[in-house]
């Protein structure tokens, strides 16, 4: 089962909620912690564990053969990409505007344009007593996170059994990367704040998951700051409003300096046993 | 013209809020950029009047006409993004798994496959409250050309700066390292990182300074919250000098912050402490852009 942590807005607590709802489950059952924000994987420095595995993960681009190429410039027709560009004398590839469709290479008359691995970022698997932690690091200057959260997921499916609870920590927003990190779970959790810019980011977020089809509810963070118009938002809208975790100088120190929360504040436990009993209800095909 | 960015690696680390305010504190004097374009908030504080409006479209979708098309699965076949879906033979695109590369139309044997350009999102030439003009977005849910508009947006934001002959535009930036931030950073005059002193802090600002150090951008850092963690907060501190990182300001951990956003307000007109700090920034910054 995945259940994947995500928000519109940026710095609502992903990490917060992901990290220590995986250590809370972890203590009882055997769990996974994924993090999927492969721009700025964060889940890593509030976890410890040993090194269990770790892989180059790399993108499929054509590479220009000159020896049978006529230049007949079919590669440069068929891209829609604009990522392959026939000159006078050579063939020039553009990785970083390739979407690895193999369509050059493989529509190629004289097959000059073999597809070749580019390293796009780095897997790594760590495992602590009931947690294995999967992280996926994008390497600077690639520009697409798509792809590397795809073979996260392939890793994933290849290395746990269905039932093991994955807990998904996803990227921000609600483009490309976000969908591509949710798509597959089985339960979306959307962290937000209790501000304007919480609730409009919320609101595109819900909108989101709903085209996806998914089962999904919301944890307010920062309860107490702001106003009380998500939580309003969520009755109107019929979305569970699974807990609060409370707003506190106290939290943020602790977060500060990479603690986990359900050890030192009670009131975080509360809630994320609150979101834990969520997916044990979900698992037993409980409550929407 | 000279383009101011605001990045930061880690999202909620104040970005918005700061480039909002540095967009009231410049008044008419600077176009407004918000390339923040899945997550748009400047909106909700500067009051944009959405303008004129330009329809945004980029890529392509397959769509199957199922009248001809004869289920040989050819398109399954080749599509590396398993958007073919099939249901008791017959064949559909998921749209959302589709990137509009075009390879099933190429090989579909019975030309049952066209591409049709998506209408992925909008922008928006606006007027907002300061009397400026602001250049905003929103991109349809689950669009991949995020780039692409960020730099539209950036474009149009461009011209408007030449055409009034103002010479600051001021971009709101978007979290990460992605083809988004890429984008937006391309051609700036002056990267403003805004971060703050947590673990994540740091580890997202130096991830996105390698990007801006790789465009060999100049950058500025704000350390926002900076009385949250005394021991990263002086690892941050460091980090700047050794990497000649032009320390811009450090603001305390303030609730101000979330009751201006509440009320509507930009920080500055909101606290009238933080907003003579702010002031001393903003013009720092500018001097930074305009000396040379």
Known sequence: MKVAIASGKGGTGKTTLATNLASYLSRTAPVALVDMDVEEPNSALFLSGNAHHQETKSKQIPQWHAKNCTLCGNCQEVCNFNAVLVMAKRVMVFPELCHSCYVCSELCPTQSLPMTQKPMGELTHLKADNLDFVESRLLIGEEQAAPL?????????????????KILDSPPGTACPMIEATKDADLVVLVTEPTPFGLHDLKLAVETVRHLGKTFGVVINRDGIGDDAVARYCEDENIKLIARIPNSRRIAEIYARGGLLIDEVPAVKDAVALVATTIQDHLKGGTR | MKEIVVVSGKGGTGKTSLTASFAVLGGTDVIVADCDVDAADMHLLLEPDFAREEAFFSGELAVIDQGQCSGCGRCAEVCRFDAIRVDEGIYTVDDLGCEG????????????????????????????????????????IGADNSGKLVAKVKKAARQLAEQQAKEIVLVDGSPGIGCPVVSSLSGASLAVLVTEPTVSGIHDLKRVYQLVKKFGIRAGCIINKADLNPSVREDLRAFLEHEKIIPLMEIPYDEAFTAAITAGKTIVEWDASLRTRIEGCWSTITALVTEH
């Open chain 1, 149 to 165: 959260i795809k073979q996260t997921h392939d890793y994933v499916d290849a290395n746990f059994l269905p039932e093991m609870i």
């Open chain 2, 101 to 140: 590369c075009g390879y099933c139309a190429r090989v579909c044997p019975d030309a049952a496959i066209t591409n049709i350009e998506q209408n992925v999102g909008s922008f928006y030439r606006s007027t907002i409250r300061t009397g400026s003009s602001m250049v905003h977005a929103r991109l349809k």
